[in-house]
C-alpha cells in the first residue's frame, strides 16, 4: 500500500519548488506582471489556466528575479475551477504527475484537495512492475494540518476499494476477503463471526443456495465485524461479496463476464468504510456483514424454478440465477435488522440497469428516509463523489409477485430494472429501520486525473462525509 502519509508534510519553510493556482478569471493580470520570457512560453503552450491543466516555468533569470520571485529549479502554474476553493480533485493531475520533489502551493488554501494531491500517487502494480514510475511528490501545508490525516484516511480507503476490485478473482475468493476483515478485526480489536459451507443452509439458506455450487473450491461465508461500545449508535454496513459472477445456469456471455471480477465490489466499500470508522474511532457501535460467495456452475447449482427459503422466512422463486446479489444481500440485511440499528447501508454492484440510467460515474442511491438520502447526497457534493436518488416506486413492486412463492427474485419485465432490485432488498429491511442502497459500479471505464481505469470507489467518500456529520466525528 502506498504510504500516503510521506506525500504531505507540515510546512516549516524548506526548499521547495513553487504551484502557482491560477483560474481563467485572474489569469490575465498574472500574465501581465510576468516578464516577457515567462509570456512567450505560455503563449507557445497555449496555457490559459483552464482546469487541470499546468505548466512548468523555468526560474526567472537573475536579471528578470524582483523580491516576489519563486525560489527553486522550477515552478508551476495550474488552472483549476475556482483559485478561491479547491475541490477535491483540484490538484489531481498535479500529484504523481510532477517531477519528485516537494512543493509549496500559492493563491490559494490546499485543505480542501489533499485527497486529490494523494490518490493519483497510489498505482495497481500486484502483477505488473511500472517502469516509469517515479518518487514522491510531497506537499508542504501550514494551516491545514488538521486536514492531513482526514486525507490519508480517505486515500487509503479508495486505494483500498481499487486494489480489492482489481485483484482477479483467483486471488479475491471468499477466503481472501474472510483474511482482509481478519486482518482488520485484529488490527482494531473488534469481534469476528465466520459463518461458512453447509453450516449456512440452515438459517442464511439464500446465501448458501447461491454459493453451494463453489463450495468445493470456493466455500460461501457469512463474514461479520462488530465494533464499538455497545452504548453508542448501532449502524450496519452490507457489502455484495460475489467473488465472481458466471452468472450461474442463466450464464452470461463471455463479453459479460469479463468485469465479473468486480462483482464484490460493494463487499470493498463496506469494508474500506468500515475500516475509515474504525480508524477515526467514530462513536458507533459497528456492524459488518459481507456475505462472500462465487456464483458459479456444478451439478449443486441454483437452477430457474427453484425455490429458496430465507432468513426473514420469505419464500423466493428463482426467475434468474444471474440476479443472485439481491439474494445474499436479502440474508444479511435480515440479520443485520435484527440487531435493530438506527441506520444500515448496503452497498452493490447489483444491476446494469443503473449503469443504463445514470452512466458509470454516479451510484444509484435508494432509501426509504428523506434526511438520509439528503444527508447522503450533501455528503457527496462536499466531496465531490456524487450519487443520484432514485425513487423506491412501490407500484412497481408487482412485478415481482410469483403464483408459487412469496415472491420472486426478478421481475416479470425488464423496465426499471434497479428500482425493482431495490424493492426486493427493502423486503428485507425493517420497517421502522432507516435504510439506504448503493447500487454502484465500483469501475471506471475511462481514466480521468486522480482516477485510473480499473476499479474504483464510488459512493464511499459520500457516505464517509455523512457518518462523520451524523455522529460528530
Not at 275 to 293: D, G, N, Q, T
Amino acid at each position: 500500500m502506498t504510504d500516503f502519509n510521506a506525500l504531505i508534510e507540515a510546512d516549516k519553510g524548506q526548499p521547495a519548488r513553487t504551484i502557482r493556482i491560477l483560474d481563467v478569471q485572474i489569469f490575465e493580470d498574472w500574465l501581465k506582471g510576468q516578464p516577457d520570457s515567462i509570456r512567450n512560453i505560455v503563449a507557445a503552450y497555449k496555457f490559459v489556466a483552464n482546469p487541470e491543466s499546468y505548466l512548468i516555468l523555468p526560474v526567472l533569470s537573475a536579471k528578470e528575479k524582483d523580491d516576489s520571485a519563486e525560489q527553486g529549479d522550477f515552478t508551476v502554474v495550474a488552472g483549476v475551477a475556482d483559485h478561491e476553493k479547491l475541490d477535491p480533485w483540484a490538484l489531481a493531475k498535479l500529484g504523481g504527475k510532477l517531477p519528485e520533489g516537494k512543493y509549496r502551493l500559492e493563491g490559494a488554501s490546499a485543505k480542501d484537495a489533499l485527497f486529490g494531491w494523494l490518490i493519483p500517487q497510489h498505482e495497481f502494480d500486484h502483477y505488473k512492475e511500472l517502469p516509469d514510475r517515479q518518487g514522491p511528490s510531497v506537499l508542504l501545508v501550514k494551516d491545514e494540518i488538521s486536514q492531513i490525516d482526514e486525507a490519508v484516511r480517505q486515500a487509503e480507503a479508495t486505494a483500498m476499494v481499487r486494489d480489492m476490485v482489481n485483484v482477479p478473482a483467483s486471488d479475491m475468493g471468499p477466503d481472501k476477503i474472510e483474511d482482509i476483515v481478519t486482518k482488520l478485526a485484529e488490527k482494531h480489536s473488534a469481534e469476528l463471526y465466520i459463518t461458512r459451507g453447509d453450516v449456512l443452509e440452515k438459517n442464511f439458506p439464500m446465501i448458501h443456495g447461491v454459493g453451494k455450487a463453489a463450495m468445493r473450491d470456493h466455500a460461501p461465508r457469512l463474514i461479520e465485524l462488530k465494533w464499538g461500545k455497545a452504548d453508542h449508535p448501532k449502524i450496519a454496513l452490507v457489502g455484495k461479496g460475489v467473488c465472481f459472477d458466471s452468472g450461474g445456469l442463466s450464464m452470461k456471455s463471455p463479453a459479460g463476464m469479463l468485469l465479473m471480477k468486480k462483482d464484490m465490489g460493494g463487499a470493498a466499500h463496506a469494508i474500506a468504510l468500515a475500516k475509515m470508522i474504525m480508524e477515526a474511532k467514530l462513536p458507533v457501535r459497528l456492524h459488518l456483514l459481507v456475505p462472500a460467495v462465487e456464483n458459479a456452475i456444478d451439478g449443486r447449482a441454483l437452477r430457474p424454478g427453484d425455490i429458496l427459503n430465507s432468513r426473514k422466512g420469505l419464500t423466493v422463486e428463482i426467475g434468474n440465477t444471474d440476479a443472485e446479489g439481491r439474494l445474499v444481500l436479502g440474508d444479511a440485511l435480515t440479520l443485520a435488522g435484527e440487531e435493530e440499528p438506527e441506520l444500515i447501508l448496503d452497498f452493490a454492484t447489483l444491476t446494469g440497469a443503473a449503469r443504463v440510467a445514470l452512466g458509470p460515474d454516479l451510484p444509484a442511491l435508494f432509501s426509504n428516509d428523506d434526511d438520509v438520502a439528503a444527508g447522503l447526497i450533501q455528503g457527496g457534493e462536499a466531496e465531490d463523489d456524487p450519487l443520484w436518488r432514485m425513487p423506491l416506486w412501490s407500484r412497481y413492486e408487482s412485478g415481482l409477485n410469483s403464483t408459487i412463492a412469496d415472491t420472486n427474485n426478478v421481475a416479470s419485465g425488464s423496465f426499471a430494472g434497479c428500482i425493482t432490485a431495490a424493492l426486493f432488498l427493502q423486503k428485507f429491511v425493517p420497517e421502522d429501520i432507516a435504510w439506504a442502497h448503493f447500487d454502484t459500479y465500483a469501475w471506471r471505464p475511462s481514466s480521468k486525473a486522480g482516477r485510473p481505469k480499473g476499479g474504483d470507489a464510488l459512493g464511499l467518500r459520500a457516505s464517509w462525509n455523512y457518518l462523520k456529520a451524523r455522529y460528530g466525528g
